[in-house]
C-alpha cells in the first residue's frame, strides 16, 4: 500500500509531493542486485517513505566492496548489541589496512554518518556516494584523499525504528530509528568519558587511521530558518588557530559559495533563534539573536579539533523532504571534499604543525561562554507549512521557499569564560584505573615513573563542589572550585606522568584539568579518590613558567594567516 502524507488545506495533487515522494509506486524489497545498475539505497526503492536498515547497509556495502577496486570494506568495531561497525576505506590502496592508509601519504577524511539514528540523511547519502565512486565517478578526490566512510555508527539505534521518534520531521514516513544507542546514551556526548563501545570503536579508529579530517552528518529541526544545510567547525576556544583560521576564513565560506552557485542552496553557521515561532529556545528573556550550541569535545567536531584535526558538522534541515535532506547533505560533503582535494597537502601541514605545538605555559580555557559579535548578523528566517503524518496523524513542517533578511545578535561562537596555565606535566596515581585506561583509549601518551621521585608540584586544593542533582547520561556531573598551591611530593613509583608536550596535548587538558567543564572530574571518574580525599584532587602537575600571552585567535577570526592565505581556491 502507498504511504501518503497530505497536507492541511491542500488538494489531492499535493498529497505525496508534501512527503517529498512521487505519485509512483514502491517498488518493495529487491532481489539481490547483480550489478550497479540496479543497486538501490532503501529509500530508492520506497520511493522515499523508508529508510535503510542495519541488513539494508551492509548488503549495500558488500556490493559497492566487490564492485570497486577502490573501496576496501572493513570495521572498527561493534555496537552494544554486537553488530559490527563497517568502515569502507576509498582510495587507491592496498587494502583497507591503517598501514597501507598510512603508506599512501595522503590526507585522509572520516566521515560518518547515523551517530543519532532518526537524523538517518547522512547514513542513505554516504551510500550513495559510495556507488558513485564504484561507478568511476569522483575519481579526482583520490588523486589526494583517502576517504573512511562509516554510514551507520548508531546501529543497534537504527533498528529501533519509530514514526514518531523525531517530532515534525518531514519523513520518512515509514519511520526512523532512534536518538541514543542500545544502553540509551547519546553517542554525540559520549567522545570524552567513552561509556559505550560505540565511542571506544571509534577511538580505535582514531587511534590506527588518525584522519586529518573529521565530518559527522546530522539533521535539525529547531528554528524555522530558511537555510537548507546548516553546519559548524571545532566551537572549543581552546582549538588551535591553524584549524580554525583556514576553515573559518577560506574552507567554509568555499563551500558556503558553492553550494549556492552551483546547486541552488543557502548554508549558514549552525544556529538557533529563541523564539516563539520555534520548537528550540533559549533561556527565559534571552536576546533576540542566533545562538550556536556547544562548545565542548563531548560533541564531536569538538573533539576532533582538541585532537588537532579538522572538524566539520553538517545539520541537513529536518523540514525539507527526505529525499531533499538526502540530496543536500550529498553535495555538502561533495564540496567539503572537493575543497580537502584541492588543499590535501597543507591540511596535513597545518595538523602536523598543530601537533608540534609547545603548550607549557600557555593560558588555555577551562570553561567558556557563548562570545556575542561586535556586530550583529543577517539571518534568513523561514517559513514551514503543516502536513499531517498518514499513519499516526501527528503534525509534520514541510519548509516553504520564503526568505526573510533579519539582522540580529551573533552568538556563533564561544570564548574563555575561566582559564588556566598549561603545566608541563600531570601526574596521574596508579589507582585511577579508569581515568589511566581512558586516557589510553583515547590515544593520549602516558609514561610511568620508574622509582619513587620527589618533585615539586603543584596540588588544587577544593573549596566547594557541586553535583548535579539530576543525571545526565547515566552521570550527576561534578563541578569543583579551589586553587592550585605549590608544594613539593615524593611522587610514588608507577605513576602516571602525562606531559602537555604531545599531539594530543589540548585534549590531556580538558580531560584531566580539575575545572574543566569536560573533564574525568566533571563526568565522576574521580568520585572515589574525592571520597577519600575530599579537599584535595588527586592528580598533581608539574608547574610550567607561564608564557607572555602573545596574539590569540578566536575560532571566528581569519586566523593563521599564513597556511589560509596559501590555500588553494578550488575551480568554480
Request: glycine content about 6%.
Amino acid at each position: 500500500m502507498l504511504i501518503r502524507c497530505f497536507a492541511i488545506a491542500a488538494g489531492a495533487a499535493a498529497l505525496l509531493s508534501a512527503c517529498g515522494a512521487s505519485s509512483a509506486p514502491s517498488s518493495g524489497p529487491p532481489a539481490a542486485p547483480s550489478s550497479l545498475d540496479t543497486l538501490r539505497t532503501r529509500p530508492e526503492r520506497s520511493n522515499y517513505q523508508e529508510t535503510s536498515r542495519y541488513d539494508d547497509v551492509m548488503r549495500f556495502l558488500a556490493e559497492v566492496d566487490r564492485a570497486s577496486p577502490l573501496i576496501h570494506l572493513t570495521d572498527f568495531g561493534a555496537t552494544t548489541e554486537g553488530r559490527r561497525l563497517p568502515l569502507a576505506v576509498v582510495g587507491r590502496v592496498r587494502d583497507a589496512s591503517p598501514a597501507a592508509v598510512r603508506a599512501s601519504g595522503k590526507t585522509v577524511v572520516y566521515v560518518q554518518g547515523n551517530i543519532h539514528a532518526g537524523e538517518v540523511e547522512g547514513k542513505e547519502a554516504l551510500q550513495v556516494l559510495l556507488r558513485e565512486i564504484a561507478q568511476g565517478r569522483h575519481a579526482r578526490l583520490l588523486d589526494s584523499l583517502v576517504l573512511l566512510i562509516a554510514p551507520i555508527y548508531n546501529a543497534d539505534g537504527n533498528e529501533r525504528i519509530s514514526m514518531t521518534s523525531r517530532p515534525h520531521q518531514l519523513g520518512p514516513v515509514g519511520g526512523q530509528g532512534q536518538r541514543p544507542n542500545a544502553q540509551g546514551l547519546d553517542l554525540n556526548r559520549d567522545h570524552t568519558k567513552l561509556d559505550s563501545p560505540e565511542a571506544r570503536s571509534l577511538m580505535d579508529m582514531a587511534r590506527a587511521y588518525d584522519p586529518h579530517v573529521w565530518m559527522d552528518l546530522h539533521t535539525t529541526n529547531g528554528t524555522f530558518h530558511a537555510y537548507h544545510l546548516t553546519y559548524a567547525p571545532p566551537l572549543h576556544p581552546n582549538t588551535d588557530a591553524l584549524l580554525t583560521g583556514p576553515l573559518n576564513g577560506e574552507w567554509l565560506p568555499t563551500v558556503v559559495r558553492r553550494m549556492k552557485t552551483e546547486h541552488g542552496r543557502e548554508l549558514h553557521d549552525y544556529g538557533n533563534v529563541p523564539t516563539p515561532e520555534s520548537p528550540w529556545a533559549a533561556a527565559e528573556g534571552a536576546e533576540r539573536g542566533w545562538y550556536s550550541f556547544d562548545h565542548r569535545p563531548r560533541f564531536s567536531n569538538n573533539y576532533a579539533g582538541l585532537r588537532n584535526r579538522f572538524g566539520i558538522l553538517s545539520e541537513a534541515f529536518a523540514y525539507l523532504t527526505f529525499q531533499e535532506r538526502i540530496r543536500v547533505t550529498g553535495e555538502f560533503v561533495d564540496e567539503v571534499l572537493t575543497w580537502a582535494h584541492a588543499n590535501a597537502t597543507r591540511i596535513r601541514r597545518a595538523t602536523a604543525a598543530a601537533d608540534a605545538r609547545t603548550l607549557a605555559g600557555e593560558r588555555l580555557a577551562v570553561t567558556a561562554r557563548l562570545h556575542r559579535a561586535a556586530d550583529p548578523t543577517e539571518i534568513l528566517m523561514g517559513a514551514v507549512d503543516t502536513v499531517r503524518h498518514p499513519t499516526t496523524g501527528e503534525p509534520m513542517m514541510r519548509r516553504r521557499d520564503v526568505l526573510r533578511p533579519e539582522r540580529m545578535a551573533d552568538y556563533s561562537t564561544f570564548e574563555a569564560a575561566e582559564t588556566e596555565v598549561v603545566p608541563t606535566a600531570w601526574l596521574v596515581p596508579v589507582e585511577l584505573a579508569e581515568v589511566a585506561a581512558r586516557l589510553e583509549a583515547h590515544g593520549v601518551r602516558v609514561e610511568r615513573l620508574a622509582a619513587p621521585t620527589r618533585l615539586s608540584v603543584e596540588e588544587f586544593r577544593i573549596d566547594s563542589t557541586r553535583i548535579a542533582p539530576q543525571p545526565f547520561q547515566n552521570h550527576r556531573e561534578r563541578r569543583v572550585w579551589g586553587r592550585y598551591v605549590r608544594t613539593e611530593r615524593v611522587v610514588p613509583a608507577g605513576t602516571l606522568r602525562v606531559t602537555s608536550s604531545q599531539p594530543l596535548g589540548r585534549l590531556a587538558f580538558t580531560l584531566l584539568e580539575p575545572r574543566s567543564d569536560d573533564g574525568f572530574l566533571n563526568w565522576n571518574f574521580l568520585d572515589a579518590a574525592l571520597e577519600r580525599a575530599p579537599g584535595t584532587y588527586p592528580i598533581l602537575r608539574t608547574p610550567a613558567a607561564q608564557r607572555t600571552a602573545g596574539t590569540r585567535c578566536r575560532p571566528t577570526g581569519n586566523c593563521g594567516t599564513a597556511v589560509a592565505a596559501s590555500w588553494t581556491r578550488p575551480p568554480e
